[in-house]
């Protein structure tokens, strides 16, 4: 059975830090280009970062750049997204997407973030 399990969110600070964990079972971890993707209450649903297979290659949303970055330990099936600087605006649900093909896509349940004073 398929499953993304994500971890780590919460209620920080404006500045603060947190990390997220994706960890996935039930198909090869390390042939999936993972992404992490958020949703604000009334906005569309918006890729954050992604990251290939083997980690070599990465993208990030322009808002992120420089505050967030993505990573995977595919020895433990797991892709984390560390975030900085937090600001409120980074406020969402945060969602792991895995993409090993068509037909081959699964989303987890989602981690709240919140940022706020």
């Known amino acids: 059975q398929v499953q993304l399990a994500e971890s780590g969110g919460g209620l920080v600070q404006p500045g603060g830090s947190l990390r997220l964990s994706c960890t996935a079972s039930g198909f090869t971890f390390s042939n999936y280009f993972m992404t992490w993707y958020r949703q604000s209450p009334g906005k569309e649903r918006e890729l954050v970062a992604s990251i290939s297979g083997g980690g070599g290659s990465t993208k990030y949303a322009d808002p992120v750049k420089g505050r967030f970055t993505i990573s995977r330990d595919n020895a433990k099936d797991t892709v984390y997204l560390l975030m900085r600087s937090l600001k409120p605006e980074d406020t969402a649900v945060y969602y792991c997407?895995?993409?090993?093909?068509?037909?081959?896509?699964?989303w987890g349940q989602g981690t709240q973030v919140t940022v706020s004073s």
């Open positions: 997407y895995a993409d090993g093909g068509p037909q081959y896509e699964y």
